[in-house]
């Protein structure tokens, strides 16, 4: 592309007119000057020939660098092609545009200058008579200026109260300029520009630093998109759950976004305005990565980076990157490689050109990071590797099973929602110390315990393997399904299986929903399952009696004040010697 490039409407330009435009990249005005009279008289006689409007966008030394026909909002630069400095700091970019008609800038303007973080913008308003002296100069065109600049706000406050829905509507920070009266060219081109610059940046800075933000945690703003089947408890929920991955992942979430749409738009998933929306509040609330609350094809992903102008990932990726981060034996590390390549396999194109992935945070961990940009050819031979691995892992697992089946030890699979609390449980009964804490997928590996039950018939307890496994989450990747076939094998191989369900979670129906469906698409259908509630020390009397009536046949347990352990031990043993008689 040609550094004289004009961008914008040039339909209908005569080519002396196009030279005229061109001309422009060869003027400068003093660094420390908004415009001259000159300039701004040159782009008025400009825009009266033409008879559209002109915009002219130069960098701090006075250098200009982008020249445009059309408004502001028509010309503006493309998000991605401008310097990523965060909340405290602006562009480097002044514009200066000409408007046909005698009127303050239109909140479209002033939008575009917000989007595009601009050092200032300037609105001449023109008057023509169609005259236009030889070599595109010309007086008394301009009838007045307007000029325009961004001012901080109390973002702090707007971050606190951004992420309720239940009013039904999503409060969206808007963006804080200042524009001044009408001035003439004289009093516009005696402003200090530098001087107004650095006074601006540094009371951004200042609300940035207020804010007190975590330089090693993501600034996020999620996106959801309701469907018009989807009820609105549903669709919370969703977008709560996403709002805790995403503070597992190593993020925090500054405001929800959400749109109601009868069908997903196939190139940016939500409408235009809803895109510019995003685009300004990450602009307005210094944020740097944006999450959507479902899937995201590669081409959608790359239209919504180049009009957001920062990272966007999807859901699955934020799973992804929480995996990366928790797995600790070799097996773990190497499914959840093996699930990272299959995800970014087919997501190579394009990457790396619009934008680098490597440069840290959610969707950029883990063992996988390193490869974004290596050929196809080399990804494809890592996964047939992997997946080698993952398939002696899978033997050897299977062996450890034939091994303990030959003993005659039955065992039990302990299943659940994320978070449902089985690896609390599975310490509280047999004093396994496996790690624990109040986070979604805080645990990967499976780890396999002895616990003595009763034997209904026999005085004499038994013993049982008892194995905790991965959590399940509502629309499980298929990528992490099939990375983890080793793991979940553990499931569908188990004699029984346990089912843990977090009472104290106001979703919990939907839970057990979303855990008996994955079960289903198991290859091999799992055994006998015994359903416990678990955390009824932080329920509801309401809750409890709905659940007992919903299901009678349910066992009803606290694992952390080890409340019901004794009736669950007793369960467990009616239903392995169930499920060990029906072989």
């Known amino acids: ?38 300039f701004a008289q040159r782009l008025a006689a400009i825009s009266t020939d033409i008879k559209q ?102 973002t702090h406050a707007l971050i606190a109260s951004s992420n309720s829905l239940q009013s039904g509507v999503s409060p969206v920070p808007h963006p804080s300029w200042s524009v001044s009266p009408a001035l003439s060219l004289d009093v516009l081109g005696k402003q200090d520009f530098l001087d107004l610059v650095e006074g601006l940046e540094e009371e951004l800075r200042r609300e940035f630093i207020a804010q007190e933000v975590d330089s090693d945690r993501d600034r996020v703003v999620i996106v959801g998109v309701m469907a018009e089947k989807m009820g609105t408890h549903t669709f919370q929920d969703t977008l709560a759950e996403l709002g805790r991955l995403v ?68 859901r699955t990726e934020v799973i992804l990157d929480i995996f990366a981060q928790r797995a600790q034996s070799g097996a773990g590390k190497l499914q959840v490689e093996l699930a990272q390549l299959e995800y970014m396999l087919p997501r190579l194109a394009g990457r790396g050109q619009a934008m680098s992935r490597l440069g840290g945070g959610i969707g950029t961990r883990g063992p996988g990071e390193t490869k974004l940009e290596t050929e196809r050819r080399a990804i494809q031979r890592r996964i047939s590797r992997l997946q080698r691995e993952v398939n002696q892992f899978q033997a050897h697992r299977a062996r450890l099973r034939q091994r303990r089946q030959h003993h005659q030890v039955p065992s039990v699979a ?4 994320t978070n449902a609390g089985k690896s609390t449980l599975l310490n509280t009964l047999t004093n396994a110390e496996v790690y624990t804490a109040d986070q979604l997928f805080a645990t990967l590996d499976p780890t396999t315990r002895r616990l003595a039950v009763p034997n209904p018939d026999s005085n004499q307890p038994q013993e049982i ?68 509630f678990n955390k009824i020390d932080d329920v509801d009397s309401d809750t409890l009696v709905q659940a007992q009536e919903e299901f009678p046949l349910a066992v009803f347990i606290s694992a952390s004040q080890r409340l019901g352990l004794e009736t669950l031990r007793q369960r467990l043993g009616l239903l392995v010697d169930y499920a060990v008689t029906s072989r």
């Open 247 to 314: 503070d597992t992942a190593g993020g925090d979430v500054l405001q929800t976004l959400w749109q109601k749409r009868s069908h997903i738009h196939p190139q940016t998933v939500v409408g235009e305005g809803k895109v510019q929306e995003i685009a300004l509040t990450a602009q307005t609330l210094g944020a740097n990565l944006i999450v959507f609350d479902r899937d995201l094809s590669p081409a959608q992903v790359r239209n919504l980076e180049a009009q957001i102008g920062m990272r966007v990932v999807d």
């Open 414 to 417: 302990l299943v659940g929602y």
């Open 1 to 38: 592309m040609s550094i004289e490039t004009i961008f914008g409407n040039l339909q209908g330009l005569k080519s002396s007119q196009l030279k005229q435009l061109q001309r422009l990249y060869h003027q400068r005005i003093p660094g420390d000057r908004i415009t001259t009279p000159e």
């Open 465 to 532: 393997l008892i194995t905790d496994t991965v959590g399940f989450i509502h629309e499980l990747p298929a990528s992490l399904m099939d990375a983890f076939r080793a793991t979940l094998e553990e499931v569908t191989e188990a004699d029984a299986l346990l089912h843990l369900v977090d009472l104290s979670h106001p979703a919990w129906l939907s839970h057990i929903r979303s855990v008996r469906e994955i079960l289903a698409q198991m290859p091999i259908t799992p055994g006998p399952a015994l359903l416990a």
């Open 53 to 154: 409007p002109v915009c002219a966008y130069l960098n701090r030394r006075g250098q200009v660098m982008r020249v445009g026909v059309g408004t502001p909002r028509q010309t503006q630069i493309p998000l991605l092609e401008l310097p990523r400095y965060g909340a405290g700091r602006l562009s480097g970019i002044r514009c200066i545009s000409t408007h046909m008609k005698s009127e303050l800038p239109s909140e479209g303007v002033l939008t575009s200058m917000a989007l595009q973080r601009l050092d200032v913008l300037v609105v001449l308003n023109i008057t023509g008579t169609g005259f236009t002296r030889r070599g595109g100069g010309a007086t008394g065109y301009v009838k007045e200026a307007y000029l325009a600049h961004l001012t901080p706000q109390d």
